[in-house]
């Protein structure tokens, strides 16, 4: 199955062309630019867009505009190609990319996403539950690096690739390619305005 | 046919209009009922929403036009200016659809889009004319010579018209949007009651913030009895000011420039007493006045098409 892969949950949009396994190349730059990451791949590649099988789209958690470029990306590729769409969490990827650590995605606001019992979550870096011998990757291991030091975890160099959610691993964990509007992003924060109107 | 796709705020807009202009579908979802316990648009409620509407208005738009995306040349696209994070949705959609089908993307900029609601169907307008552009974001008035370009002659120092009408709307205890609530209640008000200001500036800009503060006094100083009872003359009285100080300058800017037509668009162009105010004066279709993306993919028939690949990278403007 020949699949395209993309996240821009992160500062990082990542992008891949995976066919059975086999990652056919790969690429980072901004969400704005996915696309011409995309084109690249393919040209490559030597693939046209009509041989795409599924498109496996990041659905965050992460930057709210970045994840939404990525999703409205992926639900119109789908609707042009006729191709279908399977979501993967950003969190699931950056996992996959390093298996035994906890996944930490920057959420702004001295919070941060990541997996609790395998669901995703928001909340301080200070809480979440490290033990000595903890790995901690993601932007938001290397922003709250300090932090998660201290609760005994380690986080490895900046530079790592273990800090991006590269879209290999979103094609290699895609299931259930379906219809591209049931794939929904992950917010998990309710818009300001609403909290203010709860309060 | 030229496929065009609007988010810049709160329609989520998709539309199918021929190369010589004759709408073919014009397709708007609105979000003003999302936004009226907000009392104004959210910016990250409507770029949610617009993420889940803007491929079914796009297949919606085909279904109506009978057309397949096969039958599209051109996808046109609002580039700016509008909520930046709104903008963002539309752009990657379209790009990703003229991505697809390897055509030309034709960003336009919504001000331009605004303009060109008066060059579709059969009587399209023909420059040289004066427009003024009212609507919630933008108070302008144009120096239109030619298809595809245009000057600005004035432009508001604060509030846009619009947002004077919906801020006017809230003091009044008044729904969103505001305009069409006020519209509605000075039909039976009295539009000489209350003598609110106009601002009085030197050449051809606009200020609506000192209505609004008279407003505001106004209403502060009646009690709740005689503000109940005055509600309408408020309203007609406030939508007077504001009508009067557009159809003012609209004036002296057709007389600026000799021009011997003026235009209305936007938003604020469907309110009743402006459309009465200007006699003579080309209004663009009441279905054409806020935002739609019919409007977009007229103003890209006089916009420079951007080929494949160059528009890949492409990103919005606020
Ligand atoms: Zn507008």
Redesign the interface.
């Known amino acids: 199955m020949l699949i395209l892969a993309f996240d821009t949950a992160t500062d990082v949009a990542t992008s891949a062309l995976v066919w059975d396994g086999e990652v056919l190349g790969e690429l980072r730059s901004r969400?704005?630019?996915?696309?011409?990451d995309?084109?690249a791949l393919l040209r490559r590649g030597g693939l046209r867009?009509s041989q795409l099988e599924g498109i496996a789209v990041g659905t965050g958690p992460g930057s709210?505009?970045g994840l939404?470029?990525g999703?409205?990306?992926a639900?119109?590729?789908s609707?042009?190609?006729d191709a279908p769409v399977a979501g993967v969490s950003t969190l699931d990827a950056l996992a996959a990319g390093a298996p035994g650590a906890t996944p930490v995605i920057d959420a702004r606001r001295r919070e941060v996403f990541t997996l609790v019992d395998g669901d995703p979550r928001v909340l301080p870096p200070a809480e979440l539950d490290l033990v000595a011998g903890s790995v901690c990757v993601g932007d938001g291991a290397v922003r709250y690096r300090d932090v998660l030091s201290a609760a005994g975890a380690s986080v490895p160099p900046d530079e790592s690739d273990a800090h991006v959610p590269l879209a290999r691993f979103h094609a290699l964990l895609a299931r259930d390619f379906g219809p591209?509007?049931q794939v929904e992003?992950v917010?998990l924060r309710v818009?300001?305005?609403?909290r203010t109107?709860e309060a | 046919m030229i496929l065009a796709l609007e988010t810049s705020c709160d329609e989520t807009a998709a539309a199918l209009v021929t190369d010589d202009g004759a709408v073919r579908a014009n397709v708007v979802s609105s979000q003003a009922d999302l936004h009226a316990?907000?009392g104004g648009v959210?910016p990250?409620?409507a770029?949610?929403r617009?993420?889940?509407l803007?491929?079914?208005v796009?297949?919606e738009a085909l279904r109506e036009a009978n057309a397949e995306?096969g039958d599209v040349s051109r996808v046109a696209v609002t580039r700016g200016p509008g909520l930046?994070?709104a903008l963002?949705?539309?752009l990657?959609?379209?790009?990703?659809?003229a991505?697809?089908?390897r055509v030309p993307l034709v960003p336009v900029d919504h001000l331009q889009g605004h303009v060109a609601s008066l060059y579709l169907g059969e009587d399209a307008l023909e420059p040289p004319f004066v427009c003024l552009l009212a609507s919630g974001g933008h108070t302008l008035l144009l120096d239109v010579r030619e298809r595809g370009a245009a000057t600005v002659l004035g432009t508001t120092l604060d509030d846009a018209a619009g947002e004077a009408f919906d801020k006017g709307a809230r003091l009044l205890g008044l729904g969103y949007p505001g305009g069409a609530a006020i519209d509605a209640l000075a039909r039976s008000g009295d539009p000489d009651a209350f003598a609110f200001p106009v601002a009085r500036l030197p050449g051809l800009d606009f200020s609506f913030s000192g209505l609004k503060t008279a407003l505001l006094y106004t209403v502060r100083a009646l009690p709740q009895e005689e503000l109940e009872r005055r509600r309408a003359d408020l309203a007609a009285s406030y939508q007077r000011a504001i009508v009067r100080a557009l159809v003012e300058r609209a004036r002296a800017a057709a007389e600026r420039t000799r021009a011997d037509t003026v235009a209305v668009v936007g938003g604020v162009a469907a309110n009743s007493e402006l459309r009465g105010a200007l006699p003579g004066a080309v209004l663009a279709p009441l279905d054409l006045c806020t935002d739609n993306a019919a409007m977009i993919a007229s103003a890209a028939r006089y916009a420079e098409p951007v080929p494949y690949?160059d528009y890949?990278?492409?990103?919005?403007y606020a």
């Open positions: 969400a704005v630019t996915l696309l011409e995309v084109d867009d709210f505009t939404r470029i999703l409205a990306t639900r119109a590729l609707f042009a190609l591209a509007e992003p917010y818009p300001d305005a609403d109107l | 316990r907000y959210v990250e409620v770029s949610r617009h993420l889940e803007v491929v079914p796009v297949r995306l930046i994070g963002l949705i539309g990657a959609a379209a790009k990703a659809v991505w697809a089908r690949p890949l990278g492409l990103d919005a």
